[in-house]
């Protein structure tokens, strides 16, 4: 009988809960900022490598600001394509400038990733910011 108690409850509240979801009502979006202009993109990964072998991880998270509505909408439809250019970047960097003992340089990431943006999109006008900047070195 004992067991039969938290089957039960279970129950009940898988009960409670379902006509809130069977109104067709959407659950609430989780937003990272109530800025229009700001979108998130995932986490990037580069390998450091120190004489051909791998030594190290770089992750980088980044955002995009883009205030003006049509570049907006020219940067979403770019996003593959912008997230491309960002690994292909930062996987030369992490290869050629990152050392396993040493902390990246945060301005040149940004610098690199923004000069990549501007390029792939074209114009100006779409502000990267760093979200994250975290290196791992492998033992």
């Known amino acids: 009988m004992r067991s039969a108690v938290p089957v039960t409850s279970l129950l009940v ?3 409670a809960a379902s006509p809130a979801a069977a109104d067709g009502a959407p659950m609430p979006e989780h937003k990272i900022t109530q800025s229009e202009s700001y979108t998130m993109l995932e986490p990037m990964y580069a390998t450091v490598l120190d004489g051909n072998r791998p030594r190290g991880l770089l992750m ?3 955002g995009l600001d883009i ?4 570049l ?3 940067a979403t439809r770019a996003l593959p394509l912008l997230r491309d250019a960002y690994i292909r970047n930062l996987m ?3 290869w050629t400038h990152i050392r396993p003992w040493e902390q990246p340089d945060v301005v ?3 610098s690199r990733l923004q000069t990549v943006t501007d390029n792939t999109l074209r114009r100006t006008g779409a502000r990267v910011l760093l979200a994250q900047v975290a290196s ?3 033992q």
Not at 67 to 70: E, F, G, L, V, Y
């Open 13 to 15: 509240a898988l009960a």
């Open 60 to 62: 980088v998270a980044i």
């Open 67 to 70: 205030p003006d509505a049509k």
């Open 72 to 74: 907006r909408s020219e």
């Open 92 to 94: 030369s960097y992490a």
């Open 136 to 138: 791992r070195r492998a």
């Open 108 to 110: 040149e990431i940004a």
